[in-house]
């Protein structure tokens, strides 16, 4: 005979019910949550990562200027040192040109009517003046009857010439000046060039009349 009580019982899996699956303890649950949850950051730690950030700005901005105004006192310490190098080195060549200008005024001082002293006072001037320069580095050029040289001279006008064979400076209108290997002024100069040959008429053997 079948015991009905136990016939009737609903048959029991050996891994459990669906219940006692998904059953999970409360209190397991609880410390899993503890375990995700993020800290919270205060006003009070803002407030001190920004006060920091602040204060590394205004060094910054305090070095930036300091270094500014370094560098513009450096330049204008520059530009005195330069004044000062410029007039000191030029107060050498306006000190030896003072007798140049006692001289010129000595030549104004002479009598209207004596020719012959001005002249003479002038070109005294002008070779003491030469002269000054010449000590500083002062070069004349004065081509007259040498080869023409683009890279000293400076033709404005040419002329044919039958008895020259290369362009020759025949006439210097204005000298040129060099300082060293500088040039600072070419010599404007008239140069002749050789002539071109009259082309000879073809003879009638040549025409072949």
């Known amino acids: ?31 899993t949550e503890k375990g995700l949850e993020v800290a919270p950051v205060g006003d009070e730690a803002i407030n001190e990562e920004l006060a920091k950030l602040q204060q590394e700005v205004s060094n910054l901005k305090e070095l930036y200027l300091r270094k500014l105004a370094d560098f513009d006192n450096y330049r204008k310490r520059q530009e005195r040192e330069m004044g000062d190098f410029r007039r000191l080195a030029n107060a050498g060549l306006i000190r ?3 007798p140049v ?34 000590r500083y ?25 039958a008895d020259v064979t290369e362009i020759t400076v025949v006439q210097v209108l204005q000298k040129g000046y060099r300082m060293g290997d500088k040039l600072l002024r070419p010599a404007l100069v008239i140069v002749a060039v050789p002539a071109k040959k009259a082309e000879q008429p073809a003879s009638e053997s040549d025409s072949g009349a």
Not at 111 to 123: F, N, S
Not at 145 to 157: M, W
């Open 96 to 98: 030896d040109c003072l």
């Open 137 to 161: 580095g002062l070069v004349e050029i004065d081509p007259m009857g040498e080869a023409f040289d683009p890279t000293l001279h400076e033709a404005i006008q040419r002329r044919e010439v």
């Open 1 to 31: 005979m079948i015991d009905k009580d136990k016939s009737d019982a609903p048959p029991h899996s050996a891994e459990g019910t669906d219940d006692d699956v998904l059953e999970i303890d409360g209190d397991e649950l609880g410390e």
């Open 101 to 134: 200008l006692d001289n010129l005024e000595r030549a104004l001082g002479a009598p209207a009517g004596d020719a012959t002293g001005l002249r003479q006072g002038v070109e005294l001037v002008l070779r003491q003046y030469k002269e000054v320069l010449g």
